[in-house]
T-cell receptor
Framework: DTGVSQNPRHKITKRGQNVTFRCDPI?????LYWYRQTLGQGPEFLTY????????KSRLLSDRFSAERPKGSFSTLEIQRTEQGDSAMYLC???????????FGEGSWLTVV | AQSVTQPDIHITVSEGASLELRCNYS??????LFWYVQSPGQGLQLLLK??????LVQGIKGFEAEFKRSQSSFNLRKPSVHWSDAAEYFC????????????FGTGTSLTVIP
């Protein structure tokens, strides 16, 4: 069990550019979550997948954000036309069954300049 | 409004002293409850969780937490703090007990002085 893996760990991008983050969940975990965390705040829910199906999206997930989990394994989070307000840490988490504990990756830091 | 409240933004304790971090929630039913710890620039590590049963739960690193239904609280405790415990601590709830969404408090930053 290698844990939840996220990459890149850090990304600096210019405003208006697109960025993509990847998350590899713990093997055989069928649920995968994306959260966003800004400085001094707790993680805020963005979206989650049950296998390849995206079951819920937060209002925080604007049209510029898109998440996929095409084969029910790894997931990508893409942010288009980045804005300075997108600067945050993007956390991925996974769980084995509904209602079980979620395990987090180490996060991907995004800085938009 | 439904929420998770961690009233202490920052706490400083001496090494070897006891610790209690407060967490209150405002959801109708008893949610699943969690405590996570986060070191600077890192992800969140699970310390302990409460689903049902014994209201005093033991976790890793010598931490424990007590669920009090009457107070809607789930406070984290440690009898003797170590310098390595300095970190950010987050309380989290799963109000529907389904794993669909987890809500986090704003965190408590712990400083440990020698």
């Amino acid at each position: 069990d290698t844990g939840v893996s996220q990459n890149p760990r850090h990304k600096i991008t210019k405003r208006g550019q697109n960025v993509t983050f990847r998350c590899d969940p713990i093997s055989e975990h069928n649920r995968l979550y994306w959260y966003r965390q800004t400085l001094g705040q707790g993680p805020e829910f963005l979206t989650y997948f049950q296998n390849e199906a995206q079951l819920e999206k937060s209002r925080l997930l604007s049209d510029r954000f898109s998440a996929e989990r095409p084969k029910g394994s790894f997931s990508t989070l893409e942010i288009q036309r980045t804005e300075q307000g997108d600067s945050a840490m993007y956390l991925c988490a996974s769980s084995q069954n509904p209602g079980n504990t979620i395990y987090f990756g180490e996060g991907s830091w995004l800085t938009v300049v | 409004a439904q929420s998770v409240t961690q009233p202490d933004i920052h706490i400083t304790v001496s090494e070897g002293a006891s610790l209690e971090l407060r967490c209150n929630y405002s959801y109708g039913a008893t949610p699943y409850l969690f405590w996570y710890v986060q070191s600077p620039g890192q992800g969140l590590q699970l310390l302990l969780k409460y689903f049902s049963g014994d209201t005093l739960v033991q976790g890793i690193k010598g931490f424990e937490a007590e669920f009090k239904r009457s107070q809607s609280s789930f406070n984290l405790r440690k009898p003797s703090v170590h310098w390595s415990d300095a970190a950010e601590y987050f309380c989290a709830v799963d109000p529907s007990n389904t794993g669909n969404q987890f809500y986090f408090g704003t965190g408590t930053s712990l400083t440990v002085i020698p």
